[in-house]
């Protein structure tokens, strides 16, 4: 049986076609895919996103136990509330997941991680945990007492919207810079997104969720499914755990280098075996030029050699095609490739992979 | 869900008009436009191509997946709709009015074949 979000029940009533995504019966969409990307890129949308798996990880030794755990350095926060996108790797450089972890003081943060790989992430933490005994619990988020649901609200209006749905908390996250996260009674509201465009994630109690909603939707904000949700992010070049990257991947073939510290001299899980592995490839963005649809694992053709459509779509935005792939180091932002689809060979362009931006085409 | 009575069907859900000129109407079912979302291309057969029956015959893709279109009939494609390429979110608005192609049947009997509402309409309360 497939596990539910608190939110289900209004999802249905309003209307939403529902999928099983990773297990959990999640909307694709409440009418048309295409109506709601706009209504993220022009005004407002919300996103159930209550099935990915907030962690909190406390104790004193946090901070040691996260700077070991993750390829991006846990020192880099040291402002309350601000937050940090990773990866953790396993011992062989590939991404076991991507996550956000949040900074909320010494000895207490907050990672948020994906619904599919949630269980096998948390039986990995616990293992880590054990093999280097290090004083840290960790309390997964998503169900018993203590349950968080979460709504994402993305848009350039995303802000006002949420401030009009509940002028409470506007003096808590008026003045929170993107990438903060700030408590307002029991929401952690977070500038955060995966939409490229302005926007809070909510997280609070799974019962306070329906009457949040509600306010949302009575504010003029458009619900939105998981179908838009993957345009807007490929739109902005964002990658899709699963997709883009998964155990197998490193992440510096994976576009995620820059998620990556391989400066600072401390020790991570995957560190010695990205060392010894170079990139193999580059992680790029496709422009088809004719009329089709980009799909994942179309065959690309360069002069350079062969790669392979990670990601691909139709985006809303600029009314064509648009990938994510996974191209021969030789290959040059601005060459022409080809994508094998069906029978036949078409033209596309090779451009850097963040397509569309705050409303704004960028490629 | 709409399901017109004076049209044909096949089990891939596509739907046929019969023309009085004995050409087929085909295009895809509101219930397949439903199940696709919001279509963004159309890719169309040749006009004078071949195919055998259930032969792809043509495409359609919605954001999030394409679909195969097939020949409801062996026979010989006669006209394309280029309104429908040009425009695929004709199919979310109307898809019993944009239809994709027609077809000459080789062989008219070959008509018989097909499902009708009722028989269309089961399938789909069974899938």
Same mark, same amino acid.
């Given at each position: 049986m497939m596990q539910k979000t608190v939110l289900n029940d209004i999802h249905r009533r309003s209307g939403a076609r529902m999928v099983d995504f990773g297990g959990w019966e999640m909307p694709v969409h409440y009418g048309s895919q295409i109506d709601e990307h706009h209504a993220v890129r022009r005004d407002a949308g919300m996103f159930d996103v209550s099935h990915m798996c907030s962690v909190d990880i406390e104790g004193a030794d946090a901070a040691a136990f996260l700077r070991r755990l993750i390829a991006n350095n846990i020192d880099k926060l040291t402002v309350a509330g601000k937050a940090l996108y990773s990866a953790m790797l396993n011992e062989d450089g590939g991404v076991i997941d991507d996550l956000i972890v949040y900074y909320l003081a010494d000895g207490n943060y907050r990672m948020v991680i994906n619904a599919g790989t949630a269980d096998k992430d948390l039986v990995w933490m616990k293992s880590r945990l054990d093999d280097w005994q290090l004083a840290v619990t960790l309390t997964p988020r998503? &169900? =018993?007492? =203590?349950a968080l649901a979460m709504i994402a609200v993305q848009g350039p209006n995303a802000r006002q919207k949420v401030w009009d749905a509940q002028p409470g908390c506007r003096a808590a996250c008026e003045a929170l810079q993107p990438f903060f996260a700030a408590l307002s009674g029991e929401q952690f509201i977070a500038? %955060? =997104?995966? %939409? =490229?465009e302005d926007g809070y994630e909510i997280a609070l109690p799974a019962d306070q969720a329906a009457g949040l909603w509600e306010a949302l939707a009575a504010a003029g904000v458009q619900p939105c499914g998981l179908g838009a949700r993957d345009t807007l992010r490929l739109e902005a070049g964002m990658n899709l755990y699963g997709q883009d990257?998964? &155990? $197998?991947? $490193?992440p510096l073939d994976a576009g995620l280098a820059w998620t990556?510290?391989?400066? $600072?001299?401390r020790d991570f899980v995957g560190k010695a075996a990205l060392l010894a592995r170079p990139p193999q490839v580059q992680f790029l963005g496709l422009v088809l030029s004719e009329r089709g649809v980009l799909r994942a694992h179309q065959q690309v053709i360069s002069e350079h050699g062969t790669g392979e459509i990670t990601s691909g779509s139709f985006s809303p935005t600029m009314q064509q095609a648009i990938a994510l792939a996974r191209l021969p180091l030789a290959v040059a932002i601005g060459d022409r490739v080809e994508v094998a689809i069906r029978d036949k060979l078409l033209a596309a362009s090779v451009v850097k992979?963040?397509?569309?931006r705050h409303g704004q085409v960028l490629v | 869900m709409n399901i017109p009575a004076d049209l044909k069907y096949t089990k891939n859900h596509e739907w046929i008009r019969s023309e009085a000129d004995g050409t087929l109407t085909v295009g895809i079912t509101d219930h397949a436009q439903e199940l696709l979302g919001d279509l963004v291309f159309v890719e169309l057969p040749a006009v004078g191509a071949e195919f055998a029956v259930e032969q792809e015959v043509a495409v359609v893709e919605s954001v999030k997946a394409a679909s195969d279109v097939y020949a409801p009939v062996a026979g010989t494609v006669v006209a394309v709709n280029q309104a429908t390429a040009d425009s695929p979110e004709l199919v979310n608005q109307d898809a019993y009015a944009a239809w994709l192609f027609k077809i000459t049947p080789? @062989? @008219?009997?070959?008509? @018989? %074949?097909l499902l009708d509402a009722a028989a269309y309409q089961q399938l789909v309360d069974a899938a």
């Open positions: 998503r &169900e =018993g007492a =203590g500038r %955060t =997104g995966y %939409t =490229g990257m998964d &155990e $197998s991947v $490193s990556v510290d391989l400066v $600072s001299p992979p963040c397509f569309v | 080789a @062989a @008219a009997d070959d008509v @018989a %074949t």
